[in-house]
DNA sequence: TAGATTGTTAATCGATTAACAATC
DNA sequence: TAGATTGTTAATCGATTAACAATC
């Protein structure tokens, strides 16, 4: 299978929320194409289309199979296997990421945290224990640890980054504002809230001016 | 000036913060488009029509000033401004938030938070006083409030949306995992934590497989 | 069977990149 | 002036949408 674009993951992470969500209601055994689309406001070919990119066939006349979208989605995005990761600054940001119960159902588990201040180690947040910054890189080389997750305030997040690389993570998840590179065969996502800001601030800004501006949703 | 796109949007924002920053340390009068786009992975070619989107011209041979540069980009994406927005769920993001004090230079003012719990009302977060949710629709009426950010844990978004547009504001910007809908004219900007965890998950699930897959980076 | 829905190819649309004359 | 850099048009690339035969 060759690889797929972002694009095309985040729809079908879409497509398992709302089919997911859905199913817990009231399960409906299958679903047209047209009435995902409907729902996530997504053109129904393209739902088919990606479906077919991940090997689901439909039933002419009835659509698909629930269950089985949900299996094949589950099995594509690897939300079946057990992916550990260490979080790193236990602020606000990094304690709302730890208190987060949402993330086990996509097979995430945050192992570990680690902050610098030394107030904070040994303390608990959402029932983890914070370790020093000393023992980041042992514990990531030791548990083989592949993901880390980056909450801290500033300014550090790159020189974190390079060590968390030469410790062996696989993939950034940068919540930090500071943009951070890595080695290609490194993922690393940045999650700057501030892109998200651009376009609030310029909607509200120029919100009276276009007042027949269509409307684009995000995400 | 016709509406940018939001891939627009977002570059703009990462030209700002990337002058906005480098500027701080050691400012340079000029920059090229070359230099930005080494340091921003993008096109030089982009950054010339970017910016030529919002009528900035460079000198040739030269590049461009770098406070020009900034001044244009606040100006179009309107961080002088002042955009008030009340925050609605005080849990640990909505805490996170609170606390980042980011925002005032994009001319982004949390003037109020919300919460539906009872013992949280009246509580200071970040030296703001929690409010009823009983309170909210009069709040915004009477401020005017354009902006409403959304970090509820589940289920009421829609409806809470719905409350917050009835009141009048123009944007929401959302922190819930749960997908809302709005009028055309109300801007709706989610920030799906999951749609980061698809592109984790499944590089970290076929990163062995395809150790030659060109490197893409996010954001 | 008839008709709704799929799977896929072709057409369109938009965004990115290349090319290059104009400019300082 | 010579040469580096811009601004813009044209070419490419990729993603979305339309069309429609195949299918259940």
Redo the contacts between chains.
């Keep these: 299978m060759p690889?797929?674009r972002?694009v095309v993951?985040?729809r079908?992470?879409?497509y398992y929320?709302?089919l997911s969500e859905s199913g817990a209601k009231k399960p409906p055994q299958t679903i047209t194409s047209a009435q995902i689309a409907e729902a996530?406001d997504i053109d129904p070919t393209q739902v088919r289309k990606d479906f077919s990119t991940i090997g689901l066939l439909g039933i002419g006349r009835v659509g698909f199979e629930v269950c089985e979208v949900c299996r094949a989605i589950r099995f594509?995005?690897?939300?079946d296997?057990r992916?550990e990761a260490v979080l790193v600054g236990t602020?606000?940001?990094g304690?709302?990421l730890l208190?987060?119960s949402?993330?086990a159902r996509?097979?995430?588990h945050i192992v570990a945290a680690f902050d610098k201040d030394p107030r904070r180690v040994g303390t608990k947040v959402a029932g983890c224990t914070v370790k020093s910054m000393r023992s980041l890189k042992p514990f990531v080389r030791r548990h083989g640890v592949?993901?880390a997750i980056l909450t801290t305030p500033v300014d550090v997040s790159q020189k974190l980054a390079d060590r968390l690389v030469s410790a062996g993570v696989?993939?950034i998840?940068n919540f930090t504002?500071t943009?951070v590179?890595a080695?290609?065969?490194v993922?690393?996502?940045?999650?700057?809230?501030?892109?998200?800001?651009?376009?609030?601030?310029?909607?509200?800004?120029?919100?009276t001016e276009?007042?027949s501006?269509?409307?684009?949703?995000?995400?």
């Design positions: 690889s797929l972002r993951l985040e079908l992470m879409r929320r709302f996530l594509t995005l690897g939300f296997q992916h602020g606000h940001l304690s709302a208190a987060y949402g993330f996509y097979g995430l592949r993901l696989k993939a998840w504002p943009r590179t080695p290609p065969e993922l690393v996502r940045d999650e700057h809230i501030s892109l998200g800001l651009s376009e609030i601030a310029y909607h509200l800004t120029h919100e276009h007042p501006t269509p409307h684009v949703r995000a995400s």
